[in-house]
């Protein structure tokens, strides 16, 4: 019994994840505007500068930093 019990809890658990992954809860891109699309662009340019391999964290700090400067989330 405890078996048949396991495989439903996993059963439904694999349902209601692939419910919420469904496309239409994921964020599409043709709303983008031109000003966030320059702003990644800016922001991906600069933080290619500093490669993880080499400066750590500070790649993602300049990447937030610069978007941050844009007025946009991450």
Same mark, same amino acid.
């Given at each position: 019994m405890k078996r048949i019990s396991?495989?439903?809890?996993?059963?439904v658990v694999g /349902?209601?994840?692939?419910?919420?992954a469904t496309p239409s809860?994921? #964020?599409?891109?043709e709303g983008m505007s031109s000003s966030r699309a320059q702003a /990644?662009?800016?922001?991906n340019t600069q933080a290619a500068k500093y490669k #993880?391999?080499?400066w750590g964290d500070y790649e993602i700090d300049v990447y937030r930093?610069?978007?941050?400067?844009?007025g946009q989330q991450e």
């Open positions: 396991t495989l439903l809890t996993a059963l /349902l209601a994840v692939s419910a919420l809860f994921a #964020q599409r891109s /990644l662009k800016d922001c #993880q391999y080499v930093a610069c978007m941050a400067q844009h």
